[in-house]
């Protein structure tokens, strides 16, 4: 029973994250391109996403720390805090899929996006990767440790 649980409680493969990061491109560029086609502004993002992308990678980071500072979560805590992980790091790749492509877009296209656009996209560009980062450290963090004495009576004198 115990290595079926290992087997579905894996970290995420790098894989999939490329995947999200190219969804994620995918969906942007052809959001842009529909703008385009029929006349509508580019959208604006606005600075205060960015900030709380920023937000979620440092308490992603911050969890980390806690966990890896002999804070000790329940051994129930783990699939959830795995699940955590899982979720910063493939919502990172595919916010950080579409902010290169925004950001792409804006550097060759000189007027096409506004600078307070450009200047949001890229610190939500950082921080997705952070959220990355975090996801996959948060992932290593939170490995259950196994029982101590599992198959051992409590011995008391």
Not at 6 to 30: Q, S, Y
Request: aromatic share 8%; proline share 5%; with cysteine.
């Amino acid at each position: 029973m115990t290595s079926q649980n290992e087997e579905r409680l894996r970290i995420t493969k790098w894989t999939w994250v490329l995947f999200a990061t190219v969804l994620g491109a995918g969906t942007v560029w052809i959001g842009l391109q529909a703008c385009w086609t029929w006349g509508w502004p580019t959208p604006r993002f606005p600075f205060a996403a960015a900030l709380v992308f920023a937000a979620i990678a440092l308490a992603g980071l911050l969890l980390v720390i806690l966990l890896r500072g002999k804070v000790r979560a329940a051994r129930s805590h783990g699939p959830g805090l795995l699940a955590l992980g899982k979720s910063l790091v493939i919502a990172g790749g595919a916010l950080a899929g579409g902010y290169l492509v925004l950001l792409g877009v804006n550097l060759r296209l000189t007027a096409a996006i506004p600078r307070e656009t450009f200047t949001a996209a890229l610190i939500s560009l950082i921080a997705a990767i952070g959220c990355v980062v975090s996801g996959y450290l948060l992932q290593s963090a939170c490995r259950i440790p196994p029982e101590e004495d599992a198959g051992e009576p409590d011995q008391k004198h």
